[in-house]
């Protein structure tokens, strides 16, 4: 369970450390964000690898505990309820972690630019986030006629938002930032099996999009002329 959740059982799908993010991470930081922190397992090998100083946020009280015995600071917060400013006051940090939490806010758009605005000089933000367009979500409305509500994945029941490729871009840019590096997590089915490795056969266009079940971006603050 993320910073923005609103479902209080915490899904154990989401609370383990995030490999795929800290893939995108470009250099050692020093001072860490991590927005939906849950059990602190990404923060915490962040913490032993760098010995940097770790921040996280947390919706869920019971996750946030846990936390706080692997972070330096956890604040627990409900996105929808209270602003990264209102949390953050003006500490800087070069990197910030938003790993599947956007999707969960009324308003991502104003969170992520609150986030741009707590970038340290040359800071970076990580990003993970669902995407909308996997050929299960086509399948869906076109045979079954109905929106595919799950109890995870990109059909989470509490999502409030949802993403393409391109609307990602778009809100990046809203908060000017720009894509450094992208990843892109390739499912065949919903939960992590064996056999989702034949998604990489159509890693291509036009078929690419319709694969990918999740877009990482690391993020940097689009250059000023």
């Not at 972070?71 to 949390?87: G, M």
Request: hydrophobic letters at 40%; charged letters at 25%.
């Amino acid at each position: 369970m993320d910073a923005a959740g609103t479902d209080p059982a915490p899904n154990r799908a989401y609370i383990g450390r995030r490999d795929d993010l800290l893939a995108l991470v470009a250099s050692a930081p020093a001072n860490v964000l991590e927005v939906g922190c849950a059990q602190g397992a990404t923060g915490h090998w962040l913490k032993d690898k760098y010995g940097c100083a770790v921040t996280g946020v947390e919706i869920d009280p019971s996750m946030a505990a846990t936390a706080r015995t692997r972070l330096d600071t956890v604040l627990i917060a409900d996105l929808n309820r209270t602003s990264l400013d209102e949390l953050l006051g003006s500490t800087q940090f070069d990197l910030i972690l938003m790993g599947d939490v956007l999707e969960h806010l009324v308003d991502p758009w104003t969170a992520l630019r609150q986030a741009r605005a707590h970038f340290a000089e040359r800071g970076r933000i990580v990003t993970s986030l669902p995407n909308v367009n996997h050929y299960t979500t086509i399948l869906s409305l076109i045979f079954a006629r109905r929106w595919p509500y799950r109890s995870r994945g990109i059909h989470d029941r509490t999502h409030l938002r949802f993403f393409t490729r391109k609307n990602l871009v778009d809100m990046y840019a809203e908060a000017e930032l720009t894509i450094e590096r992208e990843h892109r997590n390739l499912r065949i089915f919903e939960r992590p099996v064996g056999f989702n490795n034949v998604a990489r056969i159509f890693d291509f266009h036009p078929f690419r999009s319709y694969m990918t079940y999740q877009y990482l971006h690391r993020l940097r603050a689009v250059t000023r002329a």
